[in-house]
T-cell receptor
Framework: AAGVIQSPRHLIKEKRETATLKCYPI?????VYWYQQGPGQDPQFLIS???????DKGSIPDRFSAQQFSDYHSELNMSSLELGDSALYFC??????????????FGPGTRLLVL | AQKVTQAQTEISVVEKEDVTLDCVYE???????LFWYKQPPSGELVFLIR??????QNEISGRYSWNFQKSTSSFNFTITASQVVDSAVYFC???????????FGAGTTVTVRA
């Protein structure tokens, strides 16, 4: 079965640079979630999209922005990178149903290292 | 405030032993969802099981079983006859309406020794 695709898998950037992470959800999934996982920590919710509209926002820095496109893929844009942004970034997708929570399936993650 | 608490930081067992992971959650919603995810050393997050708040039936799926107790807000997970490949970090997660974002516990590192 098709899974969530994330690219790139690894990314090395310098401080103050920008980075763009991409996420391709499972086919027919209309909802995308972004999570950040620091070393030795649990994943923290950043932002989510349903049908190309932002549906929820967590503790996402103002330096980060994201969007979902017409083909349902999503991109997380990170500017003015800081050392503390080094983390594993996960994208998850699901089908949204107002009456029922569908399971979120995660991509393999993008490991970002900021030097 | 942490909505999901996994009191066990690390568990180490010998192969074929059973492993039970504890999870306590906090929510005011009457409808909510609970999940267990596995994160092996390779880093990906793998969905294992889910439980809806309106269904308290406990089930077994292969070597996995879970015990959902609404009265104590607990959602414990058991791996029967553990194997070395079960070595991973296990996360319990809570999801609430309407946006359904996941709130994770701190994770429990399970090490299964041959």
């Amino acid at each position: 079965a098709a899974g969530v695709i994330q690219s790139p898998r690894h990314l090395i950037k310098e401080k103050r640079e920008t980075a763009t992470l991409k996420c391709y959800p499972i086919p027919r999934h209309d909802t995308v979630y972004w999570y950040q996982q620091g070393p030795g920590q649990d994943p923290q919710f950043l932002i989510s999209f349903y049908e190309k509209m932002q549906s929820d926002k967590g503790s996402i820095p103002d330096r980060f922005s994201a969007q979902q496109f017409s083909d349902y893929h999503s991109e997380l844009n990170m500017s003015s990178l800081e050392l503390g942004d080094s983390a594993l970034y996960f994208c998850a997708s699901s089908r949204w149903d107002r009456r029922y929570q569908e399971t979120q399936y995660f991509g393999p993650g993008t490991r970002l290292l900021v030097l | 405030a942490q909505k999901v608490t996994q009191a066990q930081t690390e568990i180490s067992v010998v192969e074929k032993e059973d492993v039970t992971l504890d999870c306590v959650y906090e929510t005011r919603d009457t409808t909510y969802y609970l999940f267990w995810y596995k994160q092996p050393p390779s880093g990906e997050l793998v969905f294992l099981i889910r439980r809806n708040s309106f269904d308290e039936q406990n089930e077994i799926s292969g070597r996995y079983s879970w015990n959902f107790q609404k009265s104590t807000s607990s959602f414990n997970f058991t791996i029967t006859a553990s194997q070395v490949v079960d070595s991973a970090v296990y996360f319990c997660a809570l999801s609430e309406a309407p946006e359904y974002k996941l709130s994770f516990g701190a994770g429990t590192t399970v090490t299964v020794r041959a």
